[in-house]
Protein backbone atom coordinates (compact mmCIF):
# COMPACT_ATOMS: atom_id res chain seq x y z
CA UNK A 1 0.00 0.00 0.00
CA UNK A 2 1.32 3.21 -1.35
CA UNK A 3 1.38 5.83 1.71
CA UNK A 4 3.11 9.72 1.66
CA UNK A 5 3.40 11.34 4.83
CA UNK A 6 4.84 14.61 5.44
CA UNK A 7 6.29 16.30 8.49
CA UNK A 8 7.82 19.45 9.49
CA UNK A 9 5.48 21.85 8.85
CA UNK A 10 4.77 24.79 11.60
CA UNK A 11 4.84 28.41 12.32
CA UNK A 12 7.38 30.90 11.32
CA UNK A 13 7.90 34.61 11.52
CA UNK A 14 8.68 36.07 8.18
CA UNK A 15 12.06 36.18 6.99
CA UNK A 16 12.42 32.59 8.77
CA UNK A 17 13.11 28.69 7.83
CA UNK A 18 11.26 25.88 7.68
CA UNK A 19 12.08 22.36 6.42
CA UNK A 20 9.77 19.97 4.95
CA UNK A 21 9.98 16.55 4.71
CA UNK A 22 7.84 13.53 3.15
CA UNK A 23 8.43 9.89 3.07
CA UNK A 24 6.76 7.73 0.77
CA UNK A 25 6.50 4.00 1.00
CA UNK A 26 4.95 1.22 -0.53
CA UNK A 27 6.73 1.53 -4.01
CA UNK A 28 9.78 3.77 -5.48
CA UNK A 29 8.40 7.01 -7.31
CA UNK A 30 10.05 8.46 -10.44
CA UNK A 31 8.99 12.18 -10.27
CA UNK A 32 8.06 13.60 -6.32
CA UNK A 33 6.73 17.39 -6.13
CA UNK A 34 5.36 19.77 -3.39
CA UNK A 35 2.37 21.81 -3.64
CA UNK A 36 0.85 24.47 -1.84
CA UNK A 37 -2.96 25.84 -1.25
CA UNK A 38 -3.47 29.25 0.37
CA UNK A 39 -6.72 29.88 2.16
CA UNK A 40 -9.39 30.14 -0.74
CA UNK A 41 -7.28 30.15 -3.41
CA UNK A 42 -6.16 26.30 -5.99
CA UNK A 43 -3.51 24.32 -5.21
CA UNK A 44 -0.54 25.31 -6.57
CA UNK A 45 2.54 23.76 -7.83
CA UNK A 46 5.50 24.64 -5.88
CA UNK A 47 8.50 22.94 -6.44
CA UNK A 48 9.52 19.21 -8.01
CA UNK A 49 12.37 16.61 -8.65
CA UNK A 50 13.37 13.56 -10.77
CA UNK A 51 14.00 10.25 -9.61
CA UNK A 52 17.95 11.15 -9.58
CA UNK A 53 17.74 13.85 -7.79
CA UNK A 54 19.37 15.79 -10.42
CA UNK A 55 16.50 17.60 -12.40
CA UNK A 56 14.79 20.23 -10.06
CA UNK A 57 11.84 22.31 -11.17
CA UNK A 58 10.63 25.53 -8.73
CA UNK A 59 7.61 28.52 -9.49
CA UNK A 60 8.92 31.22 -9.67
CA UNK A 61 7.84 32.91 -6.77
CA UNK A 62 9.75 30.10 -4.73
CA UNK A 63 13.02 29.98 -6.78
CA UNK A 64 16.18 31.78 -4.66
CA UNK A 65 14.11 30.51 -1.16
CA UNK A 66 13.41 26.84 -1.41
CA UNK A 67 15.13 24.19 -2.16
CA UNK A 68 13.69 20.68 -2.75
CA UNK A 69 16.14 17.73 -2.65
CA UNK A 70 16.01 13.81 -2.89
CA UNK A 71 18.34 10.90 -1.13
CA UNK A 72 19.11 9.30 -4.26
CA UNK A 73 17.44 6.08 -4.79
CA UNK A 74 14.96 6.75 -1.67
CA UNK A 75 11.49 7.99 -1.67
CA UNK A 76 12.11 11.26 0.83
CA UNK A 77 12.28 14.45 -0.35
CA UNK A 78 12.80 17.86 1.44
CA UNK A 79 11.99 21.00 0.84
CA UNK A 80 14.26 23.53 2.77
CA UNK A 81 11.78 27.03 2.93
CA UNK A 82 14.13 29.73 3.19
CA UNK A 83 13.33 33.84 3.94
CA UNK A 84 9.73 33.03 3.93
CA UNK A 85 6.55 35.34 3.39
CA UNK A 86 3.61 35.75 4.72
CA UNK A 87 1.95 34.54 1.23
CA UNK A 88 4.02 31.34 1.58
CA UNK A 89 1.22 30.21 3.90
CA UNK A 90 -0.62 27.13 3.10
CA UNK A 91 -0.97 23.80 3.29
CA UNK A 92 2.07 22.23 1.80
CA UNK A 93 1.34 18.99 0.22
CA UNK A 94 3.57 16.00 -1.16
CA UNK A 95 3.00 14.56 -4.38
CA UNK A 96 4.54 11.04 -5.86
CA UNK A 97 4.27 9.72 -9.85
CA UNK A 98 5.49 6.70 -11.35
CA UNK A 99 5.40 8.50 -14.92
CA UNK A 100 8.74 9.76 -15.86
CA UNK A 101 8.11 12.51 -18.62
CA UNK A 102 9.68 15.94 -17.24
CA UNK A 103 7.53 18.29 -19.13
CA UNK A 104 4.07 16.50 -16.48
CA UNK A 105 6.51 17.75 -12.97
CA UNK A 106 4.43 21.13 -12.97
CA UNK A 107 1.39 19.55 -13.45
CA UNK A 108 -0.87 18.08 -10.20
CA UNK A 109 -3.07 15.59 -12.54
CA UNK A 110 -0.27 13.95 -13.64
CA UNK A 111 0.81 12.94 -9.90
CA UNK A 112 -0.71 9.47 -8.49
CA UNK A 113 -0.21 9.74 -4.90
CA UNK A 114 -0.84 12.45 -2.43
CA UNK A 115 0.29 13.12 1.20
CA UNK A 116 -2.54 14.65 3.74
CA UNK A 117 -0.60 17.91 3.92
CA UNK A 118 0.99 19.72 6.45
CA UNK A 119 0.09 23.76 7.52
CA UNK A 120 2.81 25.88 6.92
CA UNK A 121 1.62 29.51 8.56
CA UNK A 122 4.20 32.66 8.31
CA UNK A 123 3.26 35.47 10.43
CA UNK A 124 4.48 39.41 9.66
Known amino acids: QVQLVESGGGSVQAGGSLRLSCAASGRIFYGMAWFRQAPGKEREFAAA????????YYTDSVKGRFTISREKGKNTVYLQMNSLKPEDTGVYYC???????????????????WGPGTQVTVYS
Open 95 to 113: AARTGGNPSAARISGRYDY
Open 49 to 56: INGNGDST
